[in-house]
């Protein structure tokens, strides 16, 4: 301050010193336009980067829920008994077609294309169907009885699924080998599965991940000259090659990134080196101070954000900045990108541990459950698997849609009884469940499974091809630990009470059984 007050003084007896203060004045105004570029504009296209990230993440999310969605439907499928019993004996089991393969099918799961072919590539049956107008249709270059050679099949226990280009047109799809559904081969044949990439497919994912997204079929001679980076105006183009299910370029996904964070970060600065320019002399302290708490703070704040995000690998925070300006807009459009984020990566592990039907876990999760226990001394524990008798008959003589109804039935009673948090109740595969009841007597264990068996013999859902009894009834095997030291004795657990399931059945059906062995 008393720099101020000696300037005036000074300037009136040197016009001299008035010109040096002046190139002192141009120096530091070049100086804070240098550092508004450093604090401001590189912080923004840093930000921009780490959005740039964000949007590609989210783009593959929607891409890959797509694509897990339709090869959760054929690995359901291809391990039914129904399937392999069709391929087998294709005339012998004709209702098969009319109860899984008829347009109201793919109509229900939004899918076009619907195929079963044999293992010298003859199709069995297949469907194309136009979703918008309901109807079946047809693929000019797809075959109608005989699968082209250009189309690979998977061998044992793979899988293809991805994108697959046919002709002009992009469809995700899924090819499974089909086994019996206790998983066991010999593969009787393939199940394929298909959705066109179209515009309603572009919508929906635009709406889960970035609103400028297209992903088009690939010119091969086209290769050598795309761009992944290109700038148009005030927008960033990328673009990404996308493999089909074989590893082959096959798609081209381009992101027309909109640079608002850019162009936010460039008015900033400009709001700033005017300000430098106007209250320099008058208020360049109050300027450089407001500067710090209103621009470079929320900038920091924001960047500390985004490095807890990364290190923590924690979408669930969220940057608290209530602001009504750019950063307030970047904040609020930054925790919005965030939600989605989040919401997608639920949902892909809720879609691939949860049994769709029944709404039970299902088997990738007992196995995961079972690998992330740490090993050491643990309480008692027991294994009970269930298993609806004649549950094949039941198709036979009700239909599959009856069928799953009956799945859910006998899903909802074991949920409702074993309603313990450390009870674990799994959709095992088909009409097989497994529940896992940690600290647990052997009585506790036999009072809920016959607790099972009785409520659902209350229900007398009719069963009337049962050699049993003329409702629904269900076998069980049970095992029981008295300490579980490791995950070997969970899986060996589980192995027994298979055993033990295996001789409820041997011996009649519509019981429980302990394994022998646990007690000798």
Known sequence: MR?????????????????????????FLLLFGLIGYVWILRPFLHLESEELKRVKQSVEVALEREILYIDSIVKDVAFWDDTWNYLREPENNKDYVITNLEIETPINLSLEYMAIINRDR??????????????????????????????????????????????????????????????????AGYYMVGKKVDENLMEQMRGMSYPYLDITPLDPQEIDSIQTKRYRGDSLILQE????????????LTVNYKRTILNAGKN????????????????????MHFIENHMIF???????????????????????????????????????????????????????????????HNRRFINEYIESISTGEQETGSALMIDI????????????????????????????????????????????????????????ALTVAEKIQATLRKMKIPHEN??????????????????????????????????ALYQSKEEGRDRITFFKETFG
């Open 122 to 187: 003859t199709i069995l049956y297949q469907i194309i169907v136009d979703t918008e107008e309901e109807e079946i249709t047809s693929w000019p270059s797809f075959p109608s009885d005989r699968l082209n050679e250009n189309i690979l099949l998977p061998k044992d226990r793979e899988v293809y699924r991805g994108i697959f280009k046919n002709g002009t047109d992009l469809i995700i799809l899924s090819i499974r080998n089909v086994y019996k559904g206790d998983g066991k081969g010999p593969s």
């Open 268 to 287: 900033s600065l400009v709001f700033y080196i005017i300000s430098v320019i106007v209250n320099m002399i008058a208020i360049g302290l109050i300027t």
């Open 298 to 360: 929320p900038l920091k704040l924001l960047l500390e954000h985004m490095n807890r995000i990364n290190d923590k690998d924690d979408f669930s925070l969220r940057l608290e900045m209530e602001r009504q300006d750019e950063f307030g807009i970047l904040s609020a459009d930054y925790n919005r990108l965030l939600d989605l984020i989040e919401e997608n990566n639920s949902r892909l592990i809720e879609m691939a541990n949860r049994d769709e039907l029944t709404g039970l």
């Open 241 to 252: 090659l996308l493999p089909d299910i074989y590893g082959t370029p096959a798609a081209l």
């Open 389 to 444: 008798d004649y549950f094949k008959k039941y198709n036979d003589r009700y239909g599959h849609i009856a069928g799953d109804h009956c799945i859910r039935q006998v899903a909802e009673v074991i949920k409702d009884t074993a309603t313990r948090p450390a009870d674990i109740s799994s959709r095992y595969g088909g009409e097989e469940f497994i529940i896992l009841l940690f600290d647990t007597s052997r009585e506790g």
């Open 3 to 27: 720099l101020l007050h000696q300037i005036p003084s000074e300037l009136k007896s040197s016009r001299r010193l008035l010109q040096r203060l002046f190139a002192v004045y141009l120096f």
């Open 466 to 499: 049962s050699p049993v009894q003329p409702y629904v009834t269900v076998s069980g095997g049970l095992s029981f630990r008295k300490s579980l030291k490791s995950k070997e004795d969970i899986l060996e657990m589980i192995n027994e009470a298979d055993k």
